[in-house]
């Protein structure tokens, strides 16, 4: 399995996907050709969301086919070389994944080899539920189990940061109320320009700042390239 999850499309004020672009051509290696599925872009139409993918990875040599051209999704992901799904909100992504009946095809797809890449939204359905994202559910899929390409939460865009005056919920205290109901599931917390990769059975954190593991109403520092293979044992 090789997995390639980016918290987010930019970091501070870069090209959209330039800090992930050598990290996205490390484990495409040889590929040249991916299949890129927008279903997560909704103020976004599908035909410029792909040409935005396409204006960034054409630095890397990729040519972008996006699922939504294809007359059969599900022949489109079975011909696939390499997946990958951006970013956007996480249940109108996992709502259409359900609809086009792609969550078990992607998942074996993945399984059999086939590198995945996903930022943001895209990363946020590896995990093994969509219950720690930040979006609102602006439409309600079937289930809020996802791809469970990693058996643990993902929290991409991660800060806590709360600014002055603000009252609401801090990002810390959300993921407390998770904690709180599900004492043993982890959440791995990745702050922008960060990343995880997954090359079988090895799990590493990619970044130059700490993220964060969430488990058990503990918050623990994931330091740059942190081994996390042991995440993937639970």
């Known amino acids: 399995m090789q997995l390639l999850l980016l918290s987010s499309s930019r970091a501070d004020n870069s090209e959209y996907l330039a800090p992930g672009l050598a990290h996205i051509a490390e484990i495409l290696g040889d590929i040249r050709r991916v299949l890129f599925i927008p279903y997560a872009g909704v103020s976004v139409g599908y035909d410029a969301y792909q040409q935005m993918v396409q204006s960034a990875l054409a630095a890397i040599g990729i040519t972008v086919d996006s699922i939504h051209q294809f007359e059969n999704p599900k022949v489109a992901v079975a011909e696939a070389q390499a997946i990958v799904i951006g970013g956007g909100n996480t249940f109108h992504l996992l709502h259409q994944l359900y609809q086009h009946q792609l969550i078990e095809l992607i998942r074996e797809k993945v399984h059999s080899g086939t590198p995945y890449i996903g930022w943001s939204a895209g990363s946020n359905v590896a995990g093994q539920s969509i219950r720690t994202t ?101």
């Open 134 to 234: 930040n979006d609102m559910p602006i439409i309600e899929p079937p289930s809020f189990s996802a791809l469970n390409l990693l058996p643990f939460q993902l929290n991409p865009h991660y800060t806590d940061f709360k600014p002055a005056g603000f009252h609401g919920e801090t990002r810390d205290m959300r993921l407390n109320e998770f904690m709180l109901l599900n004492p043993t599931t982890p959440i791995v917390g990745l702050p922008e320009g960060t990343a995880l990769r997954r090359v079988g059975n090895q799990l590493n954190y990619v970044g130059t700042v700490n993220g964060y593991l969430f488990v058990g109403g503990e918050k623990t520092p994931i330091e740059p390239g942190a081994d996390l293979s042991g995440l993937l044992q639970r």
